[in-house]
């Protein structure tokens, strides 16, 4: 279903700057065994957990808004869903994942409460994003139109219980980046009447490929693998996830965060993932992925068949400008720029890699979602980091509750030096 | 009307991986001759230009609609003043800047042609995206609905001339990637009813600040010199800009193209620009950048004051997870995690530093492009880089016609080997 084609990270294909064969055969015998291994973690059970009480709660609800309340991994898989898989006629999704004054208040005073149901969505049941637009969404909604995901302890869970709010649970074993075939992104997806039984049955049947023994036939293993080795051995830290197809933006989004908070762990191990959207991207960033340094691994995610596909109509003729776009449909035009792109960065020695799926739909998005967090947690082991925890981010909100003055968090200790350095 | 704050960005405040005052002075020593005898460039002269006839056609239409068929510079800025600044009520801005079947489709197919302005922008006047993108607009709209803007040459503005349909200019001597402040930019603003005339004389501030002779004061020299520098004698490549406001989100993302395509040029020249969003990436990125390879600056770009302002009402009290959020303000809540971020940052050692802006309005944004105009073609010049060329992105091009066939471009030389890597 998801095809990945590596052909071009190669040295065979791109020169001194690719991957030997042997440099991934030595990584298999390197890591292998451990790879091998791994446990069956938290989420590699979500696809196989029946879906029936967020369809019945859905069938029930059938809203004409959808607001995701959430942030990072409570909010990106919902996102991509909702932007890759159509909802129905009607059926709108919107994301408050931010504390935005000026977004939150636009788009609460817009919709109407009875039209909209708000899901909120915070495993530990605090985030302060997450509550602060959730108790402001309380002042302009009723109670009935809310709906909780959460884990099993915090302050979420009870203040739900308390007013009656149904409650859809995180399980503990999985966090909130790993979370997207569970409630967080399911429910959502499921009142705006996405097909999850397919979504679900996507990621099963990649967790069959994924299983693969045989390292070279396994998807996840090489989409860990050849990012690794290419940043250890090539010095390609970079890893650049370019979808030619607007409804995919999200979804690498999605893949922003997991590989990001999943690997960004040590001074010497961390690569930085970038989203770019092809073809308007090659008018912004190729230039200098082409010419400027060599540090980068480009992932093309490219739809095989789009879901329509316009023909360009003939106009005039004898126009040099015109002629040869006239009587071609736009995925003919957008195929040819994505390999024109791919060709000049293979003929520069540049590696790049592409996955293909048949089209956009819920088998494909869910065989993507499980094969790329299968993937994230393998580069994890490669990486010698623990893909699940994120230390780096508590320092940070420590410093923003002792602004907020949070019990228990002691007060900024010296006002803020005056900037010498302020023009 | 713009400040940019780097104490963050010097030992003095993060230690060894910050720059030295020396540092700083050097550079001055070594390039400031030059910056300071460089050419008014074309865009330079943008914010002098009379909008008057602009004003005018936009008093005439006043659409519903207004879709801008460019792609890179001819959408960027359009797209970015359309996101920041509020169009009159019920006045609806898209950016039709790609060839993506789906997404094309779907809107051209949703908007009533009776109440929609087509503006067609490709200073080529031959861009294979947007040329496509027209003619598909064309099968759907009568011409009358249509205005270009393009530059002198090429086979658009002879199109045009044979339909009537009006023709703005793009000026030879302003690039894509800097001609938000003409007409590609200033007509959809001027359709949406943005204040105009407020963007240009924001964007006239700021060249009087900018042509201040003391690099120590001058906005646009320090916004080049200090991630030069952060580059070159520190290893940050990677230059995040990560507003603090949804809406200024396209405003970082045209920067992300103006800062790729202009100084992308060699490999051993050419920082990574990396667009991410406070407070939502604090959700997605920061482990990373708290944790990882400190091989990053972030910039963060933060409004002084929101144009609405919401207060968290009071829930419940005597709850920890609630109570220091109850009458606190989003913009506060927002400046606390912002000012979390910032800490913890410094406090790891890693470089940052901040614009602000008193509010998100025309002449703040008119202030910000023209700055960051300048500071680019500066750092071209620090980087020994012509900033105003993209040679990389011709080999794509050819390739692209290649395959579609346009006369003059030789077929592919044979179809693409079976790749060997393919699972």
Known sequence: MISFDYFRSM???????GLEDKDLEREILRTGQTVWNLPRFGFCELPYADPGRILHFAREQKPRNVV??????????????ASALRPREGARYFALDNVDPEETADLLDQLRPEETIYHV????????????TMMLALERAPVSRFVVTTGSKGFLRRFAQERKIPIFDIPENVGGRFSVLSPVGLLPAALLDVDVETLL?????AD?????????????FLLAAIPYLLDRLRSKPIHVMMPY???????????????AESLGKS???????????????????IQLYNEGPNDKWILFLVPERYRSDPVVPSLLSGEPACDYLQGKSFSEI????????????????????????????ARALGALFYTLEMATTIAGTLYGVDPFDQPGVEAGKRAAFSYLGRAGYPPPSSPPAESPYRV
Chains 1, 2 share one sequence.
């Open 11 to 17: 040295a065979s294909a791109i020169g001194s700057q």
């Open 121 to 132: 969505v915070t495993k530990s049941g605090e985030t302060t994003e997450t509550l602060s």
């Open 208 to 220: 069959e490929t994924c299983r693969k023994i045989d390292p070279h036939r396994n998807p996840a």
């Open 201 to 205: 049955a996507g990621a099963r049947e």
């Open 68 to 81: 995701q309340i959430g942030i990072g991994g409570s909010a990106l898989g919902a996102t991509a869903i």
């Open 245 to 259: 197809a607007r409804a995919l933006r999200d979804t690498a989004d999605w893949w922003r965060q997991l590989w």
């Open 267 to 285: 001074p010497s191990a961390g690569p930085l993932p970038v989203l770019a959207l092809g073809a308007t991207d090659q008018h912004s960033q």
């Open 334 to 361: 957008l195929r040819a720029l994505q390999r024109g792109t791919e060709d000049s960065l293979t003929a520069n020695g540049r590696p790049n890699a592409t996955i293909s799926i048949p089209e956009i739909d």
